[in-house]
Every structure is written in C-alpha cells, then in structure tokens.
C-alpha cells in the first residue's frame, strides 16, 4: 500500500514542481539539483514550491530539509543531504547558483559517476564532505579554487587515477581524507607543504612508491593515517620531525627496512600503528622515550631482538604489540611495573625466560597473550589482581608449575594453556570462573581428573584437556548439562567410568573422548544432543550396541567409533551409511555398512567376507587376477605356486575401481605375455608388471602376522578409497591369511629424484610445490583419521602422463609399524615430521637438488643469503632493477621459503598445519 501511496507524490514532483516558475532562482536550482536525485525514501518531500505565493526577496528554499540560510534568508549557506538514501549522478551544473554555500555534506548515501567539476566553483566553502557515496573516475583538477576549504572528506568512494595534487595550496585547509578509495601512485611531494593541516587519512588505496620526505614538514598534522597501501622502501626519518603528531598509523603497507630512530623524537604520540609490514632489525630504544604513548602495535613484521629496556619508560602504554615477529630475550622486569599496562601480546615469537614475576601487580591487565615463545617457569602470581584479565593465552611455551594464580581468576573469559608442561590438578574453580567460554588445557601434564564443579560454568563453549595422560579420574555427572558447550575433547586423559546421560546438549557439537577406558554403553540419550557433528569415541572399552537414533542425527559428519568393544548391528541411519569404515573398525562383534561385516537377521555376523560357495565362479576369475598379478612380479613365481596349490581357496580380492573393467580374458591372456618385470625403488618387495590390456602396474607384497591382519586390510580399504590427483592409486589388493599384494597404477614419467636437476621455469616449480602440498595436505585434513606420509622425499614424488607430481608411498610407513606390530594409532608428531620432511622437500626444489636433506641446519644461513642463493638457482636477478615479472617471482620465492624456514623450525609446535602452508602459498596469510 505504500507504493501505491508515493505514486502522487512523484507525478507531482516531476510534472508540477517545474510549471510553477515564479520562484526565485536559488530554489530553482535546488529543485533541478533534485530532478536529478533518487529520493526513493522520498526525505525531500519538503522541497517544493507553494502555488500561491507572493513575491519576496526571501528565498523559499530556507524551510527545505536539508537547507540553512543566512539569518535573513537571502543567501543559502549550507546544503546537509547527508543520511539520505539518496543517488543518482549528479551534473554539478545547478552550483553556479549556490556560490553562498559555506558547507556542503552530501556524504552517507550512494552518489555515484564522476565527481562534479562544478563543486569546484563554490568558492565560500569552508567544508565539502562527499564521503560514503561510490564517485568514481579520478579526482578532478581544481580543488584549489576552493580558497577557503578547512575539511574536505572524500572517505570511502571509488575515485582511481592519482591523488589531487593541488589540494596544499588551500592555505587554510585542516582535513584531508581520501581513504578508502582507488587512488594509485605515489602520495604527491606536495603534501609535505600543507600549511595547517592537522589531519591527514590516505589509507586502503592502491598506493605506492616512496613515502614522501616531504612529510617531515608537516609540522602541524596531529593525525595521519597512510597505511593499507603498498608503498616501496622504508619509513623516511624524516617522519621524526612531524613534531606535532598523536597518532600515526602505517598498518599494512608492505613497507621494509628499519624503524627510524627519530620516530623517537614524537614526543606527543599517542599511537604507532606500523603493523603488517616487513620492518626488520630491533625496535629502535628511542621508542622509550615518547612518554606519551599510549598504544604501540609492531606486530607481523621481522623485528628481531629484545623489547628495549626502556620501554619501562612508557608510563601510559596501555597496549604493546609486537606479535608475529622474530624477536627474541626475556620480557624486561619494567614492562610488569607499567602502570597503564591492559595488553600484552607478543605471541608467535623467540622470546623466552620467565615472564616478570609482577606482571599484573602493577596494572589492571586485560589480555595477555604470550603464546608460541619458549617461555618457562609459572603463572606470574599477580597475574590476575587487577581484576580485569580475560584473555589469557600462553599455548606452546614451556610453562611449569600449577594453575592456583588463576584458581579464581573470576574475569577471566578465555584461558588458552595447551601445549604447555602444566602440573598438577586442574585446580581452577569453575563456581567462580562464572564467565569462562573457552578453556584448552590439553597437552599438558595435569592429573587428578576434571574438576567435579564443572557444571557451574554457564558460559562455558569449548573445554579441552585431551593428551593429559595422567588426568585420571572419571566423567563429572553433570559434564552435559552445561547449557552452552559446544565442544568438549579430552582425548588420551586416561578416564574411565561410565558414560554420564546426556540430559540437555542443545548446543553440543564436538565430542572427543578418544584414547581412554571408558566403560559401559554409550547412553540412548546422547541422540538428544541434535546438533552433533562430531563424535570420537575411538579406543575405549565402550560396549553394548550403538544408539540406534545416534545415527539419524542429522548434523552429524564424523563418528569414529573405533576399537571398542561395541556389538551388535550399525544403526542404519542415513548419517551412519555415509561414514568410512575406518569409523567402526576394532569392533569385532559389531556388523553391518559400511563395514564388510554383513549382519545376519539376528544381530549375528556372516562370514561376509569369505567366499560363499554361490559365489565360486566369480572368485575365480579373482583368483586368476591375484595370481596374475603374483605371476607378474617374477620373483614371487614359486610362492605363487605354493600359496595356489595350497592356499588357493583363502585368496581374497578386493578392487577399488581401478581394476574392474579388466575382463577375465585379459587377465588370461596376460598371464601368458610378460615381457618385463623390473624392480623399482631400493625395495625389492615393489616391482612393476605390464598387463596385456595395456595397463601397466606396480605390485608390492606384505606379509603380516594374523594378529595385525585386521588392522591392515581395514587401513589398506580405507587407503583404496582414497581420490586425490596428487596421490597414486591403489587399484586392488588381493591378501590371504599371511601375505598381500597391494596393486598400484603405474607413473610413467619417472620420480622427482631423478628429475630434480631439470631446468624449470618458476610458475612450473611453484605449481609443482603446491601440488604436492595439496596431496599432503589431503592426506592430513581430509582423511579420518589423518595418514602421516611418514617418509616424504624426492623418490616418492612420481609424475603422472601430465607431469603433475603424485605422492608415492605414503601409506607404507604405517603399514610396516602394522606389519610389525608398532603401530601404536596416529600421532600428531608424525604428522609434523611430514611437514618438517616438506619443508625439506621443498627448499631441495627451490634450489634444483643443491640443499637436500637440509634440516634445520638451513636456519644457520641468514635469510636473506639464502634468498639471493635462491633468486640464483631461480635465475632472477635481485637487483633493484629488474622486471616486473622478476619481482613477482622474487615475492612468490619469499613466500615459498618462509614456508620452508617455518616447516622446519625446530619445534614440532611452531610448524603450521598443511592446510595453513596451502594458505601461504596461495598467498594468503593463514
Ligand atoms: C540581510 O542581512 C545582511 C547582513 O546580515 C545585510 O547586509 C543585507 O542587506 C540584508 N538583506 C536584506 C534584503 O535585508
Ligand atoms: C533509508 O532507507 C532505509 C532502508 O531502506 C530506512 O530504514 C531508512 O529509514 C531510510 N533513511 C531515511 C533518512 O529515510
Ligand atoms: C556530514 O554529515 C554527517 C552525517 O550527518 C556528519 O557525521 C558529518 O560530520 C558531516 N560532515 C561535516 C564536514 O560536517
Ligand atoms: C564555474 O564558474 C566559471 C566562472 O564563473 C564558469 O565559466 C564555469 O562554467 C563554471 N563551471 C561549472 C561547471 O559550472
Ligand atoms: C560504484 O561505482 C562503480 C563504478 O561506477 C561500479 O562499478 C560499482 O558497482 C558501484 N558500487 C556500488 C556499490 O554501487
Ligand atoms: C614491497 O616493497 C618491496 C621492497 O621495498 C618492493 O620491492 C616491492 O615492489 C613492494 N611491493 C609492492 C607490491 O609494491
Ligand atoms: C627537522 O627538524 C629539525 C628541528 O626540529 C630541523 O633542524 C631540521 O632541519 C628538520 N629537518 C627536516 C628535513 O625538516
């Protein structure tokens, strides 16, 4: 309705309004100016001219919305149609009549095409605020005409092209923002001779080259904001001499070199902001003097060394920042006696020591967060008496002792201490720690069990304590009535009881409870936890059936079940059906999809798997296959004989696809045709085998004794159903009770050992290191559970017809530890090792073979040595002179070796996650 109700209205506007002409000109032109608005609020409804009127030197426009005049209404002084759903593209060609206008605020709507040349004509303007609309093209020549202009505010549009150069000759002007526009090229040298500028916002353009020098005249700027361009070269000293700044602000503007010593001299600084850039050598100690200071954030750049002693100095610092960087010593005793201190966070650097044992005596801390160093020793005591700490984060360092400094810590919302060497029990008292949402206590040493009163934790979203192998104790009653977890894992704790009932868990999502003694059934009521998506119960003595409704839930995306001692038949929800086999392994009375167990209409178990006499003529032709295959491989020829005369009647076959379009003939007639069989690899258990249908494969025979045989085909099925084009296939495997062969597609284009001295280009060597990272990265996050390669390296690197790289071998090392009884389930180190053996991997292809097997001894070379060595073996020039092209590479190759350098840092902790690497090279940060 209404629409139908502004239909009159607009006929009105557009067909009326221009009729009634005996106005006086300034309206006239306010009503053209709006002929040209979009007013779908309709907020200019005021903007019309009465029929009747009388002629008077006033000008009717005074009562619009929008308008102010002068005290008696001869002059329009100020237009505000800010906040005004307004748009369309304005012609400019009504502000000859408006040449009185002092301000102008058009800003907060969504004016779009070029910016009006005619606003340059309205001379008396002391403001002109544009900002938030989405102008476009470049920035007109000819502010300058604007003598008088103090703010011009063209924040947030899309002008490109450079900025205006002639903006500083408006003597009297105090603000300038053209942030958050397009705006490339370099800042103009001419800013530097704004005479009383007091504010100056440039940032999130496409800016670059060098800061201007110039800047160190602007002796007046108290605010200027520049960053979130990508300029060239480092911070000019010059900026030391812009004596009157509070705030500056170069975040994220790809800027190197060193931070200036004179920056010290700004002796009113309030805030430095020069995060996200790759500044590097120490934080200059003249930091310490700017009493001033208030925030200081130097994180994510390469600073190295200690945070300066005289930062003592910085009575009113309130946040320190120098996360993400190389930085390395102990925090200075001044730091904890800052009076003003709120943040501390300096994670994800080589700091180490023992934090200041009065930190937090001295100030009212917020955040602390220090994680990823190598601190030692404990808790500060005071840590928490200011009352105020709610994010305390200390994971991966070296922290001792127990956890009484924060007991009863009630501020606290976050408590992050995982990967630490804590002791002791869990000592903290949820009835007061009433705020807490997340607390990780996970790889620790903690004992005594979880705390009993964790029920009084309202808030609490994520609790973890997994890998605490002496935690003990059993599962408090009332763990899942707690009304807003989400997430509770306390894998390898070593609990044991009972299951406790699930009588509310709306809100749970993520259990993990693997690796301990859990007894008892799981409980029916655990299907009222609806929003389920993760279950691991994986490796406890769990008995009885599964819950049948568990497998309807229809969030649920991950169930491992794993060696327990569950019986019975698999629930046949739908969820359940969609799940691998490896979810339900070790179960030796349980039965029925996914796993080849059948069930029979009891609950009992079929032999499935072994070869029912109906099915006789069919096994036989797998037979045949299986012996071909054995065949094939040559030296497995007596064996073959043995095992067929024998044995034949306990030969199994299983086809993962890749073999099942061979027809029995084919296989008969390959029988008789071998014309090569070759070992490949050191091993002489792998050999390759032509078939006469073409197909070419790779035969690897294991041997196994009965007890681990389970284990092995089910770790063997799960790695037949594996697809990713970076991994060789597994096409069959055919087994009896003592030995198998696992039957692989063949690469014919050789390993990358053998091919790594190959000239490539860099985009072919890129492709080719994300490729394998894409494989390995498959192998760790998309398979449940993550298969460690386990022996990474050039040899096990195959092409494919394409050149594109597969990874071979990558479920060998875990079969051997099965094959010999070693297998002791997933470890998180070895999948670190993989990343460690990839980083190698990767630094062996940057440098075509020259360092292989390098270690960690590569952190010894200074990086920037090794870059040029790498820009060598690359053939880029690392001269400042050289193509565009050749300094993308130069920046691709930066980014690869960080990865290098940060895959093979000594502590498995500090390696990233194959998915983060994959991030980085795709340069993105993780
Ligand atoms: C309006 O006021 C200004 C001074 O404020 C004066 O100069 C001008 O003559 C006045 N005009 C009329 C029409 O009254
Ligand atoms: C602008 O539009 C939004 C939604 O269309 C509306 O909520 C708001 O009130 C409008 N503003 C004005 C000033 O009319
Ligand atoms: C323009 O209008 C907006 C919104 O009303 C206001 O926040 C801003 O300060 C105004 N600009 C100037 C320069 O006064
Ligand atoms: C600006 O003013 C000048 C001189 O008064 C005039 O020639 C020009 O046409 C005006 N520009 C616009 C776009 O109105
Ligand atoms: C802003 O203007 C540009 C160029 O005219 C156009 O491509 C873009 O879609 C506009 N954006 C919005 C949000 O209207
Ligand atoms: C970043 O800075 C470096 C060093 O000054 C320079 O070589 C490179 O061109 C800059 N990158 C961009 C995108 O401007
Ligand atoms: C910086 O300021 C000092 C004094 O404050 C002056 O001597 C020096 O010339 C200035 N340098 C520049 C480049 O402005």
């Not at 005996?22 to 409804?45: G, R």
Request: aromatic share 8%.
């Amino acid at each position: 309705m209404k629409i139908l109700h502004c239909y009159p209205f607009i006929f009105i506007f557009i067909f009326i309004l221009p009729i009634s002409s005996a106005s006086d000109p300034f309206s006239e032109a306010l009503l053209t100016l709006k002929s040209e608005l979009f007013d779908p609020s309709n907020v200019l409804n005021s903007w019309v001219i009465p029929q009747d009127q009388n002629p008077s030197p006033k000008i009717h426009a005074c009562s619009w919305t929008g308008i102010k005049c002068n005290q008696n209404s001869t002059k329009i002084i100020a237009l505000d149609l800010s906040l005004k759903n307004l748009s369309g593209v304005l012609s400019g060609n009504q502000f000859n009549q408006l040449v009185d206008l002092i301000d102008l605020n058009i800003s907060h709507n969504s004016f779009s095409g070029k910016l009006p040349i005619g606003s340059f004509n309205l001379s008396s303007l002391n403001s002109l605020d544009i900002s938030r609309n989405n102008f476009s093209g470049d920035f007109p020549i000819g502010i300058s005409n604007l003598g008088n202009l103090m703010v011009l505010d063209a924040f947030s549009n899309s002008f490109s092209g450079s900025l205006p150069p002639d903006v500083c000759e408006i003597a009297s002007l105090k603000v300038v923002n053209f942030a958050g526009s397009y705006f490339s090229g370099p800042i103009p040298g001419a800013y530097g001779s704004c005479k009383n500028l007091d504010f100056l916002h440039l940032a999130g353009n496409l800016l670059s080259g060098y800061l201007p020098v110039q800047f160190g005249q602007l002796k007046t700027v108290t605010h200027m904001e520049i960053g979130y361009n990508s300029y060239q070269g480092s911070i000019p000293w010059q900026f030391g001499n812009m004596s009157e700044l509070q705030y500056l602000d170069i975040a994220g503007a790809n800027l190197s070199g060193s931070i200036p010593t004179e920056l010290g001299k700004l002796d009113k600084l309030d805030t430095l902001f020069l995060f996200r850039n790759s500044l590097s050598g120490m934080i200059p100690v003249e930091l310490g003097n700017i009493s001033t200071l208030s925030s200081l954030d130097l994180s994510d750049n390469l600073l190295s060394g200690p945070i300066p002693d005289s930062f003592s100095n910085l009575k009113n610092l309130k946040l320190l920042s120098v996360m993400y960087n190389d930085m390395n010593g102990s925090v200075p005793e001044g730091i904890a006696k800052l009076p003003s201190l709120e943040s501390l966070l300096i994670w994800d650097n080589f700091f180490g020591g023992t934090l200041p044992q009065e930190l937090g005596k001295h100030s009212k801390l917020k955040w602390v967060d220090v994680s990823t160093n190598d601190f030692v020793g404990v808790i500060p005591p005071d840590i928490c008496s200011g009352g105020q700490l709610s994010r305390l984060m200390l994971f991966s360092n070296y922290f001792s002792g127990g956890l009484s400094s924060i007991s009863n810590c009630s501020s606290l919302v976050r408590i992050r201490l995982e990967d630490n060497l804590f002791s002791g029990d869990i000592s903290l008292d949820f009835k007061i720690l009433s705020d807490v949402s997340y607390v990780d206590l996970s790889g620790n040493r903690l004992t005594g069990g979880i705390p009993d009163d964790i029920f009084h934790s309202l808030n609490l979203e994520h609790f973890s304590v997994s890998n605490n192998p002496n935690l003990g104790g059993i599962l408090p009653e009332k763990t899942w009535s707690l009304p807003v977890l989400h997430n509770f894992s306390a894998s390898s704790c070593n609990i044991s009881g009972n299951f406790p009932e699930f009588p509310f868990c709306k809100s749970l999502s993520f259990i993990e409870l693997s690796g301990n003694h859990l007894s008892g059934n799981i409980p029916e009521s655990i299907s009222l936890c609806e929003n389920l998506e993760t279950v691991n119960f994986a490796e406890n003595n769990l008995s009885g059936e599964i819950p049948v409704k568990l497998g309807s839930l229809m969030k649920l995306k991950f169930v491992n079940l794993s060696y327990n001692d569950l019986s019975g038949s698999i629930p046949m929800g739908n969820t359940f059906k969609s799940m691998d086999t490896s979810s339900f392994l070790g179960n030796p009375n349980l039965c029925g999809t996914p796993l080849v167990r059948l069930c029979h209409h009891g609950n009992g178990i079929s032999e499935g798997m072994e070869l029912g006499s109906r099915r006789n003529h069919k096994v036989a032709w797998v037979l045949v296959l299986c012996a071909v295959v054995v065949i094939l491989s040559g030296f497995l020829f007596g064996i073959f004989y043995y095992r067929r005369r024998n044995a034949n009647r306990h030969w199994k076959m299983v086809s993962f696809g890749g073999l099942s379009e061979l027809t029995a003939a084919d296989v008969l007639k390959s029988f008789n045709s071998i014309d090569s069989v070759e070992t490949l690899y050191s091993s002489n258990s792998v050999c390759k085998a032509v078939l006469l249908s073409g197909m070419t494969i790779i035969v690897r025979k294991i041997e196994w004794g009965t007890k681990s045989s389970n284990l092995l085909i089910d770790f063997i099925t799960q790695i037949g159903n594996l697809r990713h084009k970076n991994l060789i296939r597994l096409l069959g495997f055919c087994y009896n009770k003592n030995l198998g062969y696992l039957l692989y597609e063949y690469l014919p284009n050789g390993n990358l050992d053998e091919k790594i001295g190959i000239k490539r280009d860099w985009g072919s060597k890129h492709r080719l290191v994300i490729n394998i990272a894409k494989g390995l990265c498959f192998l760790h996050h998309d398979c449940h559970p993550a298969i460690p390669h386990g022996d990474l390296k050039a040899s096990n690197i195959a092409f494919d017809e394409n050149m594109e790289p597969c990874l071979a071998e990558f479920e060998f090392k875990t079969i051997s530890a099965m094959e010999t009884g070693e297998y002791k389930g997933l470890m998180d180190h070895d999948l670190k090792d993989d990343i460690f053996d990839f980083g190698e991997l990767v630094l062996e292809i940057l440098t075509n073979g020259r360092r292989k097997n390098a270690g960690i001894s590569i952190h010894k070379t200074p990086k920037d040595v090794l870059l040029k060595e790498i820009y060598n073996d690359n053939e880029v020039s690392a001269s400042s002179s050289s193509s565009l092209s050749s300094k993308s590479i130069q920046e691709e190759i930066k980014l690869v070796l960080e990865v290098v350098l940060r895959c093979t840092t000594s502590k498995q902790s500090d390696r990233p996650s194959m998915e983060d690497v994959l991030k980085i090279l795709s340069g993105l940060k993780p």
